[in-house]
């Protein structure tokens, strides 16, 4: 039984194989397009998950897609007319796209699949609960899914139980967990639907100032988590912005200009909606467990990439665990789809899952091997070095001790948007150096941004407040206190982006200013290579983590390929590439030539 996922034309289209209930494959369009966020119809996710089931898509059962179109544009169509004529200059851009393209999916399934078969149409948060739930370690559990917004819905909660999951209650549009965080990146300075995550890293420097008065005018929250946004701030129903004069006059003048310095306010800002945001997945939570009572919770929808809060919820004690699915956004509504028609429209049972998730490390894209990589190199006649796998980690490690940078690129590409090991660049954790190189030398970012720490599963607790496995990155906690550093009296007065370069604790590179730290785990069964490395890197240095941040620049998205990787070595300062078994050095590469200014088109200094 082979059935196809699909998500697009919203932002992070993706596609997904499952056969007979079990994860083939699964990745973004943007990863093949080079086009962050890809929002198009995914033809080369599809045509890349045909290809590792080795089939065409005539012998597909089903395809899946992730929501439901028209009930969408009813939905939208309803907006603009409530708030005529104010939504007309809108209107008239999004309308001819739907009439065109985004109606008429079965035809253009057909036509770019040349797929004759039938496709099925879960609800959005339908999707989000079944990408949450089924690849779960657990058989039974409450789920909360949390977005900017599907067709109507906004928020869910339900249980899944076997091969069902039944939503309960749902927050409807234009009252959005997400759509508010998304509204404060945008009035921040940030992307919408992409720097949401910088909003969050930014909010540790800043102090909770507005978090009242976004409660007593932006909102009434109710105990049980659901709320009402007070519309006279927002723009989104029917503007071509998040945000109002309203919301400027209530928060002391207009959005940043993404070119501007970051100002106190912004930090404060973005502090104020992360605890406001932290507030609200509690509250919610805490009706989950009162409602369903069940031990265990699931989260998805891109709300669940909010790390912080996802640590909070943990260390509230309100569920035994949780678990949250790694393409919690959009892309991870092409899994969910599929499950959905495979377990509960045809009704197959879930495989047994002996208390592990089914999503084996989320490393469900392309995989090159050494053969691959080696033609790859010869055809660009690239100096190399081969090393067995043992060379590779003894000189590896070495290099990371010489606090040297390397692109780290090994086995299948991570699906969801966090780099787990395989399209990786790493570094040395104890060097206080590393973060402020990392960001500007590496990946060409806002300084303030953290990196993540990559520790092997069985020592996390000896660094970490954790005493379980985070092998997606989706959870923060506090380095632990004895492998923290106080800071002086002189350190405690510095403010903003000043307290970036303070020596917090015996692993700087990843440890952020609030002593926080979003951890990846890695255990041998899910990434061998990557566990290896780590633990020879802890066998000479008594350390067993690392820096990991994913292989790209700012504003790219993930490498994919050979090449993907090689582009990226050479148009930043990487001291060596790691392919495969083969390692490259910068010092020994021919001239490359790049048409992009990467240090202009950041305004790097």
């Not at 007319?81 to 939504?87: D, H, I, M, N, S």
């Not at 409807?172 to 910088?198: D, Q, W």
């Not at 604790?505 to 990557?530: G, K, M």
Request: aromatic share 12%; hydrophobic share 35%.
């Amino acid at each position: 039984m082979d059935i196809l996922g699909i998500s697009c034309f919203y932002h992070d289209s993706a596609a997904c194989l499952l056969r007979d209930g079990k994860i083939i494959a699964a990745a973004q369009e943007e990863r093949f397009t080079r086009k962050k966020h890809d929002f198009g119809f995914p033809n080369h996710a599809i045509n890349y998950c045909l290809q590792e089931g080795n089939m065409k898509s005539n012998q597909l059962d089903y395809v899946a897609f992730y929501d439901k179109p028209f009930t969408k544009f009813a939905r939208i169509l309803e907006t603009y007319l409530t708030f005529v004529p104010k939504g007309i200059e809108s209107f008239m851009k999004a309308i001819p796209l739907w009439i065109r393209q985004k109606l008429w999916i079965p035809d253009l399934i057909q036509k770019e699949m040349g797929y004759q078969g039938k496709i099925l149409f879960p609800e959005h948060h339908e999707s989000h609960a079944a990408s949450a739930f089924f690849p779960s370690p657990f058989k039974k559990a409450a789920f909360l899914t949390m977005d900017g917004v599907g067709e109507w819905a906004t928020s869910s909660y339900g249980i899944g139980k076997d091969n069902k999951v039944e939503i309960l209650a749902e927050l409807h549009f234009p009252h959005s967990l997400g759509l508010l965080y998304s509204a404060f990146t945008y009035f921040t300075g940030f992307k919408v639907n992409s720097g949401e995550y910088k909003v969050m890293g930014l909010a540790p420097y800043g102090e909770p100032k507005y978090v009242q008065k976004i409660y007593d005018h932006l909102m009434d929250l109710k105990e049980d988590g659901s709320f009402k946004l007070n519309m006279k701030y927002f723009n989104y129903c029917a503007g071509l912005t998040m945000t109002n004069h309203h919301f400027e006059e209530l928060f002391g003048g207009p959005p940043r200009n993404p070119n501007s310095k970051l100002t106190t306010r912004e930090m404060d800002l973005a502090r104020s909606i992360q605890e406001v945001t932290e507030e609200i997945m509690l509250r919610m939570a805490r009706h989950v467990k009162k409602i369903t009572k069940e031990k265990y919770l699931c989260l998805a929808g891109g709300v669940a990439l909010n790390c912080v809060g996802n640590g909070k919820l943990l260390r509230s004690g309100l569920f035994d665990d949780i678990w949250i699915q790694p393409a919690a956004g959009d892309a991870g509504g092409a899994l969910g789809a599929a499950q959905i028609v495979f377990h509960q429209y045809l009704d197959n049972p879930i495989p047994d899952k002996n208390g592990r998730d089914l999503q084996k490390g989320s490393y469900l894209g392309p995989h090159y091997s050494n053969e691959a990589i080696l033609e790859f190199l010869k055809t660009y006649q690239l100096p190399h070095t081969y090393l067995d796998d043992q060379e590779l980690f003894n000189t590896t490690t070495d290099l990371l001790i010489e606090e040297k940078v390397i692109g780290w690129f090994q086995g299948r590409m991570e699906f969801g948007p966090r780099a787990l090991g395989n399209r990786s660049i790493i570094g040395d954790v104890r060097s206080p150096k590393m973060q402020k190189k990392m960001n500007l030398k590496i990946k060409f970012r806002e300084s303030f941004r953290p990196f993540a720490p990559t520790v092997l599963a069985d020592k996390v607790s000896e660094w970490f407040e954790l005493d379980r496995e985070s092998p997606y990155m989706l959870l923060v906690a506090d380095v632990k206190k004895e492998k923290q550093r106080p800071m002086s009296d002189e350190e405690k007065k510095l403010w903003g982006i000043d307290k970036l370069n303070v020596v917090r604790s015996e692993i700087p590179a990843a440890t952020h200013v609030d002593y926080s730290a979003r951890i990846q785990t890695v255990n041998r069964e899910d990434n061998p290579r990557y566990y290896d490395l780590i633990n020879r890197f802890y066998e000479k240095t008594g350390c067993s983590v690392i820096v990991n941040t994913s292989f790209n620049v700012r504003g790219e998205p993930i490498v994919e390929s050979p090449m993907d990787a090689y582009k990226c070595f050479m148009r930043t300062e990487m001291d060596a590439l790691v392919l495969g078994n083969y390692i490259l050095y910068k010092e020994d590469q021919p001239q490359f030539h790049d048409s992009i200014d990467w240090k202009q088109v950041y305004e790097l200094d």
